[in-house]
């Protein structure tokens, strides 16, 4: 059953800490979709990637997030340096060619004190 | 840019059906989605529809897609406990980077 794989699940850090999170897609699937959920603002879009090249992360705080795909096994997604209101679930998904259809992974919960 | 609205919260009896409304702004999408989200899980795909189509029905399921207000909806029949949980309309933009853009959610509550 393939699923995507994403490390931590929990995560609870000090503000000024660097966090990264990490997103294994599903072997094969080209394009990678980082999200945030909170409560106040829902499921907002971060960035995402294809063929491991950037399409667009206007959705994403520049001055302290970065978003990068190594390699087509891994994506990261990393804080420096962290603050209470990045506190939230972040979820990868990813998609096959086309991505007409996205694969979710459980998310990395992260609160930053 | 593309927005995607939904109600946040829904109660419904057991047994009943439930319809789930969704608006969008993006009159160039291509798929439309529903995604079901549990507690403390990811968000899993329910079902989605392509734009030139008006109905999808799978089982339970019912998609509505009406382009003109652009308007989408999902019917439930026989509501039950399990369906209990956050359920996502999102819509593929048309373009060369067709990003994938949520709603904020609506919340099912069923009612005994």
């Known amino acids: 059953d393939a699923r995507v794989t994403q490390t931590p699940r929990h995560k609870v850090t000090e503000m000024g800490q660097e966090v990264t999170m990490r997103c294994q897609p599903i072997l094969g699937h080209n394009t990678v979709f980082w999200y945030r959920q909170t409560m106040m603002q829902g499921l907002e879009l971060l960035a995402y990637?294809?063929?491991?090249?950037?399409?667009?992360d206007s959705g994403m705080p520049k001055d302290r997030f970065s978003a990068e795909m190594p390699d087509a096994t891994l994506a990261t997604l990393k804080i420096q340096p962290s603050e209470p209101r990045d506190s939230a679930v972040y979820f990868c998904?990813?998609?096959?060619?086309?991505?007409?259809?996205?694969?979710f992974g459980a998310g990395s919960r992260l609160t930053v004190l | 840019g593309e927005d995607v609205e939904q109600s946040l919260f829904l109660s419904v009896r057991e047994g009943d059906s439930s319809v789930i409304n969704c608006t969008y702004t993006?009159?160039?999408?291509?798929?439309l989605y529903w995604y079901k989200q549990e507690p403390g899980a990811g968000l899993q795909l329910l079902t989605y529809?392509?734009?030139?189509?008006d109905m999808k029905q799978d089982q339970r399921l019912t998609v509505l897609l009406n382009k003109k207000d652009k308007h989408l909806s999902l019917r439930i029949a026989d509501t039950q406990t399990g369906d209990s949980a956050i359920y996502f309309c999102?819509?593929?933009?048309?373009?060369?980077?067709?990003?994938?853009?949520f709603g904020s959610g609506t919340r099912l509550s069923i009612r005994p």
């Open positions: 999102a819509e593929r933009e048309y373009s060369s980077a067709s990003k994938i853009i």
């Open positions: 998904a990813s998609g096959g060619f086309g991505a007409n259809v996205l694969t």
């Open positions: 529809i392509f734009s030139n189509m």
């Open positions: 990637f294809r063929n491991r090249a950037p399409l667009d």
């Open positions: 993006d009159s160039s999408s291509t798929y």
